[in-house]
């Protein structure tokens, strides 16, 4: 592809019932021009095109998928991504509902069928005479029509297409087994002479109770992949629908998407903030727990960002609107769940393929089973022969597989997202529980990345504040985070600056400036000796500040020292119990730092990490990344800043700290919103709860079809005379599928509650 720009696109496919339609629509978006990649989940109902920019004609795409038989929307025009969601939940409610609507038309239709087809169970019933019989048997075939004709008319529309274009679904095994089960009962009501004796037995029933109950396994479906899309419903109803702005000094109420860029935004205690900004006037502690994950109220000032859908806690506050509409952080979080909810771990990949040639294989053993009962079977081998043809095709429909791994990922992911773990591809959560080696940056990382003065120290010709007072009228100037601590602390203390001129900046050493008629510098050692200073006793003694884990920071005006400043990067709280918790796991914890040693080995100690690296260029971070992958470990990569962007990529899961910069956020698999290392350990526990539950899933899909199919072609009626009705072989096509939903539905509660005592024992 070369430079050729990538673009991701996403549509919503409808139509779908099982991994072998996922599989179709995939191939059918595969072979559009322009097309690199496609990702097609079935629980979403969704797919995830990339293409070359500028070579996508979406008619085209529209066109290929409806002639396949899906649909496909692709006019989402200028709707916002909570305008679709809505509209999607909106159809998927319908969706239920009618599914519902044809339930009910199809049990009550069903039970008199059932009774006529089971009549001769019943006292007093079976002796009746056989022109009773068919005449009975005439009002099971009429009834049925309509429940294959309304009830079950989707899954009559949906083989038909399939087969116009030489493709086989779950459609094509419920039509092919009731289809068959009525056309061989009409004619054994029709021409009963044409078939041997003891074998002309319609069974009507067949077709009826199938239809009806794999219509309520698709309802019970739908109802589930509502229940785990309410993560992102959650997310959309975090924003409130009004908000108050000041226009022109006067309080008007408006629409939250009516706000713009600028405007003034008033939120008083208890309601919920409308959009991104900082704040102008006032202080409060927000409720930042529904985004982040944290429990605890943060407190903010002025000049603090707000984040749209937290909840002001207890103070009036003002602030400026920063992002609205799709560029909220909210906004971004709810795209990034969307996409992916949407994506597709690889193990499902794998379990589409099989899919794929799972239905056609499923059709051949149901020829090969009527024919052997045909061949082989006693006096009643014809009735036996179709009986055991359409069990082997109704049991056998795909459902179970193609909802065995979307729906615990859906959930994985939503849980994530409600820790404050935003997941970008659910390749993560396939992976994660693998990881063995943990790679920590320092500042940023372990620490806070927000720097202060811990100590001032002036020599004897100057006091505290004229030191303060000359470094931040230089370091005004400066964009350094140190330079930035001691401007802090000097407007902390209402401490006046002096004008300066002549500002300059030397990279990785310092900065200068004129400041009251002297020539001020401020910075490492090696920059204000390069310049002139003189080196005595008192300044080498305050360079060695860096063996307690601080840094220093000389001051000189006209080449005389004047002081120093210790300015220390706090650890982040929780860091020390997030390591102990990682080895617990035995997880091998590095740190990578391209900060001095004493500086790296002093924080390092203070949180419990033994190996560790400083002065790491970003080229040193990859090859020790790749060293360890190399060795066969699985590596995880935890940054801020744009010298761990390259590690973040070549790690097998990039994390980055929610407040990186955006090169690192790109580079990133994870972002921790929450900017709490908590995440990294339970992002490792929610995807090892989630591969287990997908592996549950995935075992009792597939021995459920390993163990129904032979049981349904009757190998256990030789020995112990009992032959699987396709009535049985529909209830349990459908329990199957339930069971898959309702066992990946436990994930909500798992990891809710392993997540909650992880950090009671820790803490205990």
């Known amino acids: 592809m070369g430079t050729e720009k990538v673009v991701t696109q996403e549509f919503y496919v409808s139509g779908m019932h099982c991994a072998a339609c996922v599989r179709i629509v995939e191939e059918t978006l595969l072979g559009v021009e322009g097309v690199v990649s496609a990702q097609v989940s079935l629980a979403t109902e969704t797919a995830l095109v990339e293409s070359i920019h500028g070579t996508l004609d979406l008619m085209e795409i529209y066109n290929a998928v409806t002639e396949r038989g899906y649909g496909i929307k692709v006019d989402k025009g200028s709707d916002t991504i909570e305008a679709v969601l809505q509209e999607k939940r909106r159809q998927g409610d319908r969706r239920a509902d009618v599914l519902m609507k044809k339930f009910w038309v199809g049990l009550v239709l069903s039970i008199p069928v059932l009774v006529i087809g089971k009549i001769s169970w019943l006292p007093g019933l079976s002796d009746l005479e056989p022109i009773i019989h068919r005449r009975l048997w005439v009002v099971s075939a009429l009834l049925t029509i309509p429940i294959m004709g309304y009830v079950g008319g989707q899954f009559f529309i949906g083989a038909w297409k399939a087969f116009r274009h030489r493709n086989a679904n779950m459609d094509t095994l419920v039509v092919l087994g009731t289809g068959s089960a009525w056309g061989y009962s009409f004619m054994v009501l029709a021409f009963p002479s044409y078939f041997p004796d003891g074998t002309a037995m319609p069974f009507f029933e067949a077709t009826a109770v199938v239809i009806t109950l794999v219509l309520l396994g698709q309802y019970l479906e739908a109802k589930a992949r509502g229940k785990t899309s309410r993560t992102i419903e959650f997310l959309m109803d975090l924003r409130p629908l009004r908000a108050t702005v000041l226009i022109d000094k006067v309080e008007r109420s408006v629409l939250a998407g009516q ?204 006091s505290e504040e004229d030191l303060l007072r000359l470094a931040s009228s230089v370091e005004i100037g400066s964009e350094h985070l140190l330079g930035k601590a001691i401007v802090r602390t000097t407007s902390d203390r209402a401490i006046q600056l002096s004008e300066s001129t002549e500002f300059a900046a030397v990279p990785g050493m310092g900065v200068s400036a004129k400041v009251e008629n002297m020539t001020v510098r401020v910075g490492t050692l090696a920059f204000l000796t390069d310049s002139g200073m003189s080196v005595t006793q008192e300044v080498l003694q305050i360079d060695d500040v860096a063996e307690i884990g601080q840094t220093p920071v000389l001051v000189s005006a006209n080449n005389e020292y004047l002081g120093a400043f210790r300015i220390s990067d706090p650890v982040r709280a929780g860091s020390k119990e997030v390591i102990d918790r990682l080895k617990s796991m035995n997880v091998r914890v590095i740190m990578l730092t391209g900060d001095h040693e ?49 590690a973040l990529s070549q790690a097998n899961v990039g994390i980055a700290m929610g407040d990186a910069s955006d090169v690192a956020l790109e580079s990133s698999d994870v972002v921790l919103v929450s900017q709490s290392l908590k995440g990294v ?84």
């Open 259 to 462: 706000i713009e860029k600028g405007m003034t935004v008033l939120v008083r205690p208890g309601q919920k903030i409308p959009v991104d900004g900082h704040i102008t006037e006032g202080s409060t502690s927000v409720d930042e727990s529904m985004i982040t994950g944290e429990l605890l109220s943060r407190r903010k000032e002025v000049g603090d960002k707000v984040i749209g859908g937290t909840t002001n806690v207890d103070g009036a506050i003002r602030f400026c609107a920063d992002s609205v509409g799709e560029e909220m952080v909210l906004s971004r979080i709810l795209e990034l769940v969307r996409k992916a909810q949407a994506s597709k771990p690889s193990i499902q990949k794998s379990v589409d393929i099989v899919a794929s040639y799972f239905v056609p294989t499923v059709m051949i053993l149901s020829v090969l089973t009527f024919t052997v009962w045909y061949n082989f079977g006693s006096e009643q081998a014809l009735n036996y022969g179709v009986i055991a043809a359409v069990s082997v095709l109704v049991i056998a429909c795909p459902c179970a597989l193609g909802l065995a791994t979307p729906f615990s990922v859906m959930i994985a992911l939503g849980k994530a997202s409600e820790r404050g773990l935003l997941i970008r591809n659910s390749d993560v959560i396939e992976t994660a529980c693998k990881i063995d080696t943990v790679i920590l940056d320092k500042t940023g990382t372990l620490t806070q990345g927000y720097p202060v003065v811990s100590t001032v120290i002036p020599t004897n010709s100057i």
């Open 598 to 646: 004493k500086t790296a080995n002093a924080v390092a100690q203070e949180v419990g990490i033994s190996e560790v690296s400083a002065r790491m260029l970003p080229e040193d971070k990859v090859a020790n990344v790749r060293r360890l992958q190399e060795e066969g470990r699985i590596v995880a990569m935890v940054g801020d800043g744009v010298n761990d962007a390259a």
């Open 681 to 764: 350990s339970e992002l490792r526990d929610i995807s090892r709860l989630a591969v287990a539950n997908v592996r549950q899933n995935l075992f009792g899909a597939f021995i459920y079809n390993i163990l129904g199919i032979p049981v349904a072609a009757g190998v256990l009626y030789p020995i112990f005379g009992i032959l699987l009705s396709p009535l049985i072989a529909g209830a349990a096509m459908a329990f199957s599928s339930l069971t898959v939903v309702t066992n990946a539905n436990r994930l909500h509660s798992s990891i809710a509650h392993n997540l909650a005592n992880q950090w009671i024992g820790s803490s205990g």
